[in-house]
């Protein structure tokens, strides 16, 4: 078992920014590659970033590409996502989950466990 708890969510103004935090605990964090979801009102899940376990590769929806950023420290057990230069269609609640495939998955089945999510609300 591995349970995540994000924190970070907030309200912004567009344009601004907001770094968002998943702690793991449980079974050993550094096994997994991490993803970041994303879900607004009335859509579905949809993925916005992944980490491999290591931290030297990343994969992101082109959505995101160039705005935001994913990183992790293992030591601390904690997943980050930095967001920049967001936009009213980033309003999401936000989602961290692990998974144990190696390859580059964006499909939300493919993970494992997840955390409960946070809001962040970006007005225009």
């Known amino acids: 078992q591995v349970q995540l708890v994000e924190s970070g969510g907030g309200w912004v103004q567009a344009g601004g920014s907001l770094r968002l935090s998943c702690a793991a605990s449980?079974?050993?964090?550094?096994?997994?590659?991490m993803g970041w979801f994303r879900q607004a009102p009335g859509k579905e899940r949809e993925f916005v970033a992944r980490i491999t376990w290591s931290g030297g590769n990343t994969y992101y929806a082109d959505s995101v590409k160039g705005r935001f950023s994913i990183s992790r420290d293992n030591a601390k057990n904690t997943v980050y996502l930095q967001m920049n230069s967001l936009k009213p269609e980033d309003t999401a609640v936000y989602y961290c989950?692990?998974?144990?495939?190696?390859?580059?998955?964006?499909?939300?089945?493919?993970?494992?466990?997840w955390g409960q999510g946070t809001q962040v609300t970006v007005s225009s």
């Open positions: 989950a692990s998974t144990s495939k190696v390859v580059v998955t964006t499909r939300p089945i493919d993970y494992d466990y």
């Open positions: 449980g079974r050993t964090f550094y096994n997994f590659a």
